[in-house]
C-alpha cells in the first residue's frame, strides 16, 4: 500500500506547500479536515490560511520559522473554523522543509490530523472550544499583514503579499490594485482574474463611472454588497463585470501621506453584507498596502537614481590595444547604493594604457562626488604624460585642497586609497604607483593566485606633496592581473588572508575561460548564494562595495598548465624590514603545492637568512627573486637575493655565544645547492630546492 493511503486510514492527511509559488497540494483527507471537498486538490495558501484561526496561524508561522532556522520539526495546534468563523475541529500539524531543493524554492511537507480527546484550545487565550472569536482573530491577522507588507521592499513583492492575504471568515477570492498616473487609473497587478477580466480595466480615466476611478477621485470607499447593486449604479462598468463570477466587491482608495496613489479592489465569492466589522479590517488592509506600494516606489526611485547615477560615474571599459579588460562594480547593498570605489581605463598620449583602482572614504553622497573629482583629475594628470607617481602626488595634493574647501570640520576631511599602473603593451611591462591600497595579484596559468607587492606610500588626501615609490613588474601572456577595492576580499567577513583564499579558488575555477567569465565567476564567489555557506572568521564584518579589475594579454587564454612556471619579485627596503614577512607569506603561496611541508619550512627559513644577511650587512634594499620550473615532481625551485653592495658573503666559525654568523652554515644544510653572484651593480646570492618523485609519491 501506498504511505498515503495507510496515513489515510489513521485519519491523517498529507499536504505539500511550495513556498516560492504560494500553492498548497492536499490529498483528500487533509482538504476534509479543512472543511472542504473530501478530494485531492491544489490550492492557493491564502484560501488554507482562510479556513485557520487567525491566532493559531501567526503562533505556528512563528515555530516554522525557527524550524526553518534550525532544520527541525516544527508541530502545533491548530483551530480549523468554517465559512462564519466558528471552530469546527482542532487538528495537530506537523511539518518540515524539504533539504533537496535550493533555498529559494522552499518547499514544506507535513501532516495532519484531527484532535478528537481534547476540549482545550489549539491556540492563546481562554474561551471554549466552538465559540467565534472574530475581534481576536482578526487583530491577529492584522498584524500579520501589517508585518509581511513592512517587509516587501518592491512592487511585486507588495502585490505579492496583498494577493496572500486571507482575511478571516471573509477571504476575498480575486484582488487587483491599481495607480494613478496622470488623470488615468492604471492597473497594476491582479490575481485569481483571467486575463480577458482584467483586460478592460487596464487603464481608466479617473472621471469615468467605474468603482474604482470613484474611490479613488473621491477618497471614500465603494461596498457593491451583490450583482444587481453594482448593475444598478455602475451600468457602465457593468458591461464589462458581468462575466466575472463574484457575488460582491470593495473597492478603496489608497490613501500615503495624505494623498490618493491608487485604488484597492477586494472580489468575493458570494454576497458580502460588509458589516462595519468588516469594512474597518478592509480599511486598515487598505491603509497598510497604500503605505507599503508607497514606500516601495520610493525604494525603487531611490535604486535607479543611484545605479543610474553610479553607471554614469563608472566609465565604459573601452577596447585596450594589447590587452583584454574586464571591470566589475558590486554596490554593497546597505543604505545608498552609491560609494566611493571607482575603477578606470583608458588610453595615453604615449600609446600605453593606463589603470586606476581607488576607494574614497565612506559610502555616502560625499564620498561619491569626491570619487568622481578624483577620477576626472587623474584623468587629467594622467594625460598632461606625468609619470605614475607624480599623477599620485598632484592627486593627493587636489584632494587635500578639497578637503579644505569642503569640510568645515578637519575631522569631516575625507581620504582615497589608490593604485595608478601604466601598462606597456609593447613589452608587457607594468608600472605601479601605490597610494595605501592593496597590492594587486596575479593569477598564473595553472590556476595560483599569487600577491605582487609593490612600494607604496600614504593614501590620497593626507599630505599636499606626497612622494610615491615607483615598481615595475612584467605579465606573461598567459597570465591574469587582477587589481581590486578591498571590498572584493574582506566582504563576507573575510580578513585579507581568507579572502585572497576565496579569490584564488575562484581563479582555478576558471582555467581556459575568457576574461568576463572569469569576472563573473569572481563576482559570484563573493557575493552568489554559495558565499553565505563559507564565510569568512569575521562575521560581524560589514559589507563594502566591490570594485575590480582584471588586465591579460590580448588573445591570450588561461589554460591547464601543470608544468607552467611560477614567479615571484618583492623588494624589502633597509627602512622596511617589516616586509620580510611578506615575502614568506608570498614564498608559501608559491609552494602551496610541494611535495614535502619540511622542505617548505626550509624553504622560508633560507629566504629569511639571506633577506637578513642584505639588511644586517649592507645599506641597499634587498630585491627578492624566486622561480619555480619543471613538471611536478621534479620541480626546482631557485631563490635570488640581489643587493647593490659588491661584498661577497664568507662562511664564518661563530663561538658558542655568538648573535651571528650562521647564515651560510644554515644555508649548506637546508639547500640542494647556494652560491654568490658578483654583478656589475652590486651581487646576487641563490639557493635551489629540488622536488623529488619519491617525496610526491610518498606524499600520496
Known sequence: MRTEEVLSGLGTGVWRWAAHTDRVALDAQTARLLGLPPVQVSIHASAVRARLHGVDFIELNGILDLA????????????????????????????????????????????????????????????PLGTSDWRLSREAFLLSAGRALAEARSTDQVLRVAASLSMPGFSPDGMAVFAVEGDDLLLIGHQRQRAEEAEPFRAVSLDAAFPASEAARTGRAVYIAGREEYARRFPEAWRHARTVPRGSWAFLPLVADGRTVGAWMAAFEDAVPFTPDERSVLTTVARMLAQALSDAHVHESERELADGLQRSMMPAVARVPGFDVAARYVPSGGGLQIGGDWYDVFALPSGQTALVIGDVQGHDVRAAGLMSQLRIAIRAYASEGHRPDAVLARASGFLTRLNERQAGDPADARFATCLYLQADPATGTLTVARAGHLDPAVALPDGTMIIHPSEGGLPLGIEADPAYPVSEHKIDPDETMLLCTDGLVETGGHDLYSG???????????????????????????????????????????????????????????????ESERHMYLAVPQSEQQR?????????????????????????????????????????????????????????????????????????????????GRGVLLLQELCDGWGVEPRGDGKAIWAEFREHEEQVNAER
Open 68 to 127: 526553518l532556522a534550525e532544520g527541525t520539526l516544527a508541530e502545533g495546534r491548530l483551530r480549523v473554523v468554517d465559512a462564519q468563523g466558528d471552530v469546527v475541529r482542532v487538528v495537530r500539524c506537523r511539518m518540515r522543509a524539504l533539504e533537496s531543493v535550493p533555498v529559494e524554492q522552499t518547499e514544506i511537507v507535513g501532516t495532519v490530523q484531527e484532535v478528537i480527546d481534547t476540549p482545550e484550545r489549539a491556540g492563546s487565550g481562554d474561551g
Open 580 to 660: 620580510i614577512s611578506d615575502a614568506r607569506h608570498q614564498l608559501r603561496g608559491l609552494l602551496y603545492d610541494w611535495a614535502t611541508a619540511d622542505q617548505i619550512d626550509a624553504a622560508e627559513l633560507a629566504l629569511s637568512e639571506m633577506i637578513a644577511n642584505v639588511m644586517m650587512h649592507t645599506d641597499s634594499t634587498a630585491n627578492v627573486m624566486a622561480d619555480l620550473t619543471g613538471p611536478p615532481g621534479r620541480r626546482v625551485l631557485r631563490m635570488t637575493i640581489a643587493d647593490a653592495d659588491g661584498n661577497l658573503p664568507h662562511r664564518r666559525h661563530p663561538g658558542e655565544m655568538a648573535s651571528s
Open 500 to 562: 585572497q583564499a576565496r579569490l584564488g579558488a575562484a581563479f582555478s575555477a576558471t582555467l581556459g575561460a575568457g576574461l568576463e567569465a572569469v569576472a563573473d565567476a569572481i563576482v559570484d564567489a563573493v557575493t552568489g548564494p554559495g558565499s553565505y555557506a563559507t564565510r569568512g572568521p569575521h562575521s560581524g564584518r560589514s559589507q563594502d562595495d566591490i570594485a575590480f579589475v582584471l588586465l591579460r594579454t590580448a588573445g591570450a587564454t588561461r589554460l591547464a598548465h601543470p
